[in-house]
């Protein structure tokens, strides 16, 4: 089994940033990959971007591609999204996911355990 609990979401005015932090616990084999997904109300989850905890590979959505970045600190089992210059249509609740896929992956079908999400509210 792996925990996922994620935290940092809130409220942030357009052009801001935020930080949202997912700390993972349990079976290290189980979570090779790291994915953050979102998803808005009425719409479906949406890909954000993936990271690698071998090795740190990335690979991002082109709607973030240059204002959000993923990180990962293996000492203490935690992944993080780095969210700048925040648009109003990036308000979602956002969940980060773990995969024992061992190639990155943007489907949210490759991936077996998910947080319970945190919401980020951009205000225009």
């Known amino acids: 089994q792996v925990q996922l609990v994620e935290s940092g979401g809130g409220l942030v005015q357009a052009g801001g940033s935020l930080r949202v932090s997912c700390a993972a616990s349990?079976?290290?084999?189980?979570?090779?990959?790291m994915g953050w997904f979102r998803q808005a109300p009425g719409k479906e989850r949406e890909f954000v971007a993936t990271?690698?905890?071998?090795?740190?590979?990335?690979y991002y959505a082109d709607s973030v591609k240059g204002r959000f970045t993923t990180s990962r600190d293996n000492a203490n089992n935690t992944v993080y999204l780095q969210m700048n210059s925040l648009k109003p249509e990036d308000t979602a609740a956002y969940y980060c996911?773990?995969?024992?896929?061992?190639?990155?992956?943007?489907?949210?079908?490759?991936?077996?355990?998910w947080g319970q999400g945190t919401q980020v509210t951009v205000s225009s």
């Open positions: 349990g079976r290290t084999f189980s979570r090779n990959l």
């Open positions: 996911a773990a995969s024992s896929r061992m190639v990155l992956s943007a489907r949210p079908r490759d991936y077996d355990y």
């Open positions: 990271i690698a905890w071998s090795g740190g590979g990335t």
